[in-house]
């Protein structure tokens, strides 16, 4: 990995060398293709094109992490994950259920004390309809919305602005502000309560309404087998599929940008009766059994298709 790095920082060193790195994709990105654009639009398309991402601070964000935080990174490939996101400095960004900040702690160090970070979490009616929270697990995750600065403050001190909201409290005054969200294996259970809340179309319009005119969503999300039905991967299994994902995001107002294979695991085949969390680091249901961990830690996390949208004009 760190060989391909320096190549492409190399690559970075002259404005001639960063034209070549633009006009030949990795081999495993599929980058839209336009036909014969217009001078004007070609121009656009090119400075849409230039990369925002500093990778000596990059690296440096990703440094400085805990082991601990720095062993998934094999899975996760945050580096050229928010590389593909064309994530730069200063940046305002919103993260869609940050959890326990594992990306958090990326971008805040990364972003810097010009950028912005703002935590997205469920709404909090949506909190109940999982079933299985308790009324004080429930009170808990709804605080973690309020809690998010404090947790940013924790990771740095270096003044980055941050907030926390929910899909249906979204501040106004950020609407139109925003140069990039997120949704990093954060959209199955939107889309599980879609059809009985709505939870999918919301979470999506008011992604459209805080991003910049040429603003940017990046995804990372578990993918489910072409031939699972449409049932299983609903998102309750924890697994969607990668042409319902796009056209999902299409209906929203958004065009499909790029592809990625970086978080493809092929190893990862989930028969209908398994679910998304059997795998590392969650190991539901097969943490207590050797010869199931075994088989598990086999496969590693999760299959997961990464995409690169843009907000429509």
Same mark, same amino acid.
């Given at each position: ?12 060193l002259?404005?001639a060398?960063l034209?070549g790195c633009n006009?030949?994709p990795?081999s495993?990105v !599929?980058?839209?293709?336009k036909?014969?654009?217009?001078p004007?639009?070609?121009v656009?398309e090119?400075?849409?094109r ?5 990778r ?5 964000a990703?440094?400085v ?5 720095k062993a998934r990174?094999d ?15 200063g940046m ?5 259920l940050p959890?326990?900040?594992w990306?958090?702690k ?6 810097g ?6 935590g997205? &979490?469920?709404?909090d009616?949506m ?5 299985f ?16 600065? &404090? ?6 001190d270096?003044?980055?602005e ?5 899909f249906?409290?979204?501040p ?13 294996r *954060?959209?199955h259970?939107?889309n599980r309560f ?11 319009k008011?992604?459209h309404t805080?991003?910049k ?8 999300q578990?993918?489910?087998?072409? $031939?699972?039905s449409d !049932?299983?991967?609903d998102g309750? *299994?924890?697994y969607? $599929?990668?042409p319902?994902v796009i056209e999902?995001?299409?209906e929203a ?7 990625s294979?970086i978080?493809?695991?092929?190893s990862d ?6 679910v998304?969390?059997?795998l590392p680091?969650?190991y &539901?249901?097969?943490?207590d059994?050797?010869?199931?961990? *075994? $088989?598990?830690d086999?496969?590693?996390?999760s &299959?997961r298709?990464?995409l ?6």
């Amino acid at each position: 990995m760190f060989k391909k790095s320096i190549i492409a920082a190399a690559c970075l060193l002259s404005f001639a060398a960063l034209q070549g790195c633009n006009d030949a994709p990795s081999s495993d990105v !599929k980058e839209e293709v336009k036909a014969s654009p217009e001078p004007a639009a070609a121009v656009a398309e090119l400075k849409d094109r230039e990369p925002t991402v500093d990778r000596g601070r990059l690296f440096h964000a990703i440094k400085v992490r805990t082991d601990e935080d720095k062993a998934r990174d094999d899975a996760r490939n945050p580096i050229q994950t928010l590389e593909f996101f064309r994530v730069g400095p200063g940046m305002a960004v919103a993260e869609a259920l940050p959890g326990g900040g594992w990306y958090s702690k990326i971008l805040t160090t990364y972003l810097g004390a010009e950028g912005e970070l703002h935590g997205i &979490n469920y709404n909090d009616d949506m909190w109940p309809r999982f079933g299985f929270f308790s009324e004080e697990g429930i009170a808990r995750a709804i605080e973690r919305t309020s809690a998010f600065p &404090n947790m940013i403050a924790d990771f740095s001190d270096n003044g980055i602005e941050a907030s926390g909201f929910t899909f249906n409290s979204a501040p106004e005054a950020l609407a139109g502000t925003l140069d990039r969200v997120l949704f990093i294996r *954060a959209l199955h259970n939107l889309n599980r309560f879609e059809e009985e809340a709505g939870t999918l179309t919301e979470a999506l319009k008011t992604t459209h309404t805080l991003l910049k005119d040429s603003g940017m969503v990046g995804v990372v999300q578990h993918q489910a087998p072409d $031939k699972s039905s449409d !049932k299983w991967a609903d998102g309750s *299994a924890g697994y969607l $599929k990668k042409p319902a994902v796009i056209e999902a995001f299409k209906e929203a107002g958004f065009v499909l940008v790029s592809e990625s294979d970086i978080n493809a695991n092929p190893s990862d085949l989930p028969t209908e009766s398994e679910v998304v969390w059997r795998l590392p680091p969650s190991y &539901n249901g097969t943490a207590d059994d050797p010869a199931l961990k *075994a $088989k598990v830690d086999a496969i590693g996390e999760s &299959n997961r298709m990464t995409l690169l949208f843009k907000k429509a004009p």
